[in-house]
């Protein structure tokens, strides 16, 4: 039905980086930084009020909230970069500086070859929960966080772009 090949090295998941953080690890992070910044608030607010016995226990209580919060955010911004290196050493623990893949979408499962090392895979629809868009590429996230780059200009200059998306959007949300 489909089939495209993909490059990826360094540039290519730069591009799709921001995607690669699960939805549920940024609900996570965000909830952390707000909790830490509330922590943070509410003992300053004790360090304030005349009616509260000060014995610095409340400065404690605003050290941990910012340095929660703090320690958190440099982790959000860190975690897609640190897949983005992780994805980059892989390839070149083979010998590689990028690898090509050809994706195959077929009515039943998606089959993927890694042109590079000779590897090949399948992948069924009902595994895919998340879809993803950017300038170049489409890019379907298993629920283990496996991702299949699917090269979008490719698509595009066969004039199977739409057609491509309605049939993933059929077959997998």
Known sequence: MFETTSVINKDTLIEIKKHLMPPRAKRIYILLIIGGL???VGGIFFIVDPYVSHNGSFMVVVAVGLSVSIVTA???FIQPNTIVKTNV???KESGHTEVRITSSFTEDKIKIQN???GAT?????DVVYR???TENFYTLFTKTEQFIMVNKISL??????EE???FIRGKCF
């Open 38 to 40: 509330l922590m943070a």
């Open 74 to 76: 440099i982790c959000y």
């Open 89 to 91: 050493n892989r390839f």
């Open 115 to 117: 042109s590079t090392s």
């Open 121 to 125: 895979g399948e992948v069924g629809y």
């Open 131 to 133: 879809f993803a868009e």
């Open 156 to 161: 595009i200059e066969a004039g199977k772009n």
């Open 164 to 166: 491509f998306v309605k």
